[in-house]
């Protein structure tokens, strides 16, 4: 599937999820550790091969029998439950002694007390020290998000500003994800509204090109942005590359945070300008001046003496936490964001901004400074781990006077009427999944909503897509798109691209169900046969499980979704599916509802319930025309006319493209035009010319 993604409105949204479920790769769960019970207190009963029952190991016993064989050095613990899904990741400066402690019977919180009881297999890493156990802990919390750790919510990467070192004139650019490209990168920065506001900045001062190759290598004359005053053309000549690359130099300085003595410079020459009555450049330079200066004017938070540093302060209430941040560098302030870590109601401030400050740094740049406003946890050894990674000086510190104290106080208010808003969204979203389930008479309150579409045009570049919803909203890391496979697929066929997503989609949550439910392994004895997945019985089900399936469509594509449902063995009834259809005219606020086995009904027009459907729906249709439009693009980028022609490679489809704007275009041009294009001659322009005209 593309790159693209669709349902992205700008920058800030999360990196686009995996397209297909098929596609996806589960770690191995680890083994069970294997070992004879001694007497034990609490266990499984299960049958040994001579069917009589024995007592399975439990949790105490499992950590208790791996403490005997524990060395007392730094390293890092997991532990497992049953089915080998990973509970909680840990770092010890003495192996043998933390892990002993959950040995112990009585002491520990709630959660602590569950996870223990859980958990059926243990794995060690030792490492050299606990500062490199700190990292690696940190590295794997977020990778693997463990049931029982604090967990930073971070699905997204940071923008930076790179300017380029790979080219003649180097270009600034708004840069997200992995580092490739040669040239120095400058953030992170909170937000793509963040960047653009110093990319105008740089232009502004500095007259900096963001065009790209190709239309840097095609340029005949300078564009627009020259004649504004915010570039200085170098595709054309007009400032000689020298003298280019020392505004670059002179871009990079103010990234660096030498904004004050470049702007003594900038007067300097501005002076002598004016003085030698070279008046043109003497404004130049002083609209260069102006558009810096305004820079740190229009800094609502920027104290004297913050140059590079990261502000986080921390508001927990109600079993909630938010944690704001302001990001300083180049002595300015690069933007702002705030986080809702996922944690247990007993874990107390200290303990989430401990786990958060060290998950956030785990793939990103450490200033030199880090401003906070609540003690932590084993700062000392916090600040060394830091120091370890950044590989330079690193400073913690909890103001308590001055301006770095007012920043802090305002990044905590800040957190404040954050969590203010997340937990008043939370008590509403709460509201509207009720009416949801009064309506559709479920058991529970839906946790999870899943809702599908389909997308075509005349049977083309068929794509289905299903996105999901949460008491939180809507959840994009769970988005998925599909890729409609079945050759013997009749174009069009809506029936059957509703068939293929259903039966794709849960025939993988029949693998993780089954995979879940699956009896353990006695030695001798003939595995247990799988229950089949219905309403009844005590069978766990994955957190994938979606509470309410709702199908953008009527009558038939439910019933499409039904059979292809029970096709991959689903029992009637065990998933509840609705299909939403528009009513005649297809007017919005007339939708009928199907579900199986009952008459279509309607929901009164002003119906809460009705509203969030509809959203639902409409979330749905984008994503999926979102994910049809980019494939189609694709298509058609790979099947351009010019391709066909001889002697037309992609520099020149470039270059004719951008002089004639499309293929249509360079159809209707004649030979002279043609020959205007760089690298077309004669001879090639007669050719192109003779191919869109029978030749």
Not at 105 to 114: E, S
Request: with cysteine; hydrophobic share 40%; charged share 30%.
């Amino acid at each position: 599937m593309e790159s693209d993604d669709p349902a992205a409105a700008d920058d800030d949204l999360p990196e686009e999820p995996a397209e297909d479920l098929e596609d996806e790769v589960e770690e191995e769960p680890p083994a069970e550790i294997e070992m004879e019970p001694e007497e034990i207190s609490s266990g499984v009963d299960v049958l040994g091969s001579d069917g009589a029952k024995k007592k399975r190991i439990s949790g105490p016993d499992v950590i208790r029998d791996q403490v005997s064989r524990l060395p007392g050095k730094p390293g890092v613990y997991r532990m497992f439950g049953e089915t080998g899904e990973l509970l909680y990741v840990g770092k010890a400066r003495n192996l043998k002694a933390r892990v002993g402690s959950y040995a112990k019977i009585g002491g520990q919180t709630q959660r602590i007390a569950r996870m223990i009881s859980l958990t059926r297999s243990m794995e060690f890493v030792v490492t050299a020290s606990e500062t490199e156990a700190l990292l690696l802990e940190a590295n794997l919390i977020k990778r693997l998000k463990p049931r029982f750790n604090i967990i930073l919510r971070d699905d997204k990467s940071f923008p930076h500003i790179l300017i380029r070192e790979d080219h003649e004139a180097p270009q600034a650019l708004k840069h997200r994800g992995a580092k490739r490209i040669k040239g120095r990168y400058f953030g992170p920065f909170a937000s793509a509204g963040a960047v653009d506001h110093t990319l105008d900045t740089l232009q502004k001062a500095f007259l900096l090109r963001t065009c790209t190759d190709n239309i840097y290598a095609t340029r005949s004359r300078p564009c627009m942005l020259h004649q504004m005053g915010r570039c200085s053309a170098p595709c054309t000549g007009l400032i000689p590359l020298d003298e280019y690359r020392d505004l670059v130099r002179e871009a990079e300085r103010f990234l660096d945070g030498d904004a004050e003595t470049l702007v003594e410079q900038l007067a300097a020459q501005m002076d002598r300008a004016a003085q030698g009555m070279d008046y043109e450049r003497a404004a130049r330079l002083r609209d260069r001046i102006r558009a810096l200066s305004s820079v740190r004017q229009s800094q609502s938070v920027n104290p004297d003496g913050l140059v590079e540093a990261d502000v986080f302060a921390i508001h927990s209430d109600a079993g909630a936490s938010a944690v704001q941040a302001f990001f300083f560098r180049a002595g300015q302030n690069w933007g702002a964001t705030v986080w809702y870590p996922k944690h247990d109601r007993d874990d107390t401030p200290a303990q989430v901004l401990t786990a958060f400050i060290a998950q956030f740094y785990d793939d990103k740049p450490v200033p030199k400074l880090i401003l906070l406003n609540h003690e932590i946890e084993e700062e000392e050894l916090l600040t060394e781990a830091l120091e370890l990674k950044a590989e330079h000086k690193v400073e913690i510190r909890t103001p308590r006077r001055g301006e770095k104290r007012a920043i802090v106080e305002q990044a905590a208010l800040n957190a404040r009427e954050a969590l203010g808003r997340k937990l008043a969204e939370t008590q509403s979203q709460a509201k509207i999944f009720a009416a949801v389930q009064k309506v559709f008479d479920l058991g529970d309150l839906p946790k999870r909503i899943e809702v599908y579409d389909n997308s075509h045009i005349m049977g083309t570049n068929m794509v289905g897509g299903m996105v999901v919803a949460g008491p939180e909203g809507f959840e994009k890391n769970s988005y998925r798109k599909f890729n409609i496979k079945d050759e013997e697929l009749e174009p069009g066929d809506d029936y059957g691209m509703m068939r293929e997503v259903m039966r794709r989609r849960f025939g993988r949550l029949k693998k993780e169900w089954e995979d879940l439910n699956a009896a353990p392994v006695v030695e001798g004895a003939e595995p247990a046969p799988l229950p089949s997945p219905t309403l009844a019985g005590e069978a766990k089900r994955p957190d994938a499980w979606p509470d309410l399936v709702l199908i953008d469509g009527g009558l038939g594509q439910l019933g499409a979704a039904k059979e292809a449902i029970e096709a991959v063995g689903f029992a009637p009834g065990v998933l509840n599916l609705v299909a939403i259809a528009k009513g005649p005219d297809r007017n919005a606020g007339r939708e009928q509802f199907f579900r199986p086995g009952r008459a279509p009904f309607q929901l009164p027009p002003n119906d809460p319930a009705l509203y969030y459907l509809q959203r639902l729906r409409d979330e749905a249709h984008r994503w999926a025309i979102g994910a049809h439009r980019a494939k189609r693009s694709a298509a058609l980028v790979g099947q351009n006319p010019l391709d066909e022609i001889t002697g037309v490679g992609v520099r020149r489809k470039k270059a004719l493209l951008h002089r004639f704007g499309s293929a249509k275009g360079v159809s209707n041009a004649t030979v002279a035009d043609l020959q205007t294009v760089e690298g077309v001659n004669a001879a090639l322009a007669q050719r192109i010319y003779d191919h869109f005209r029978g030749g």
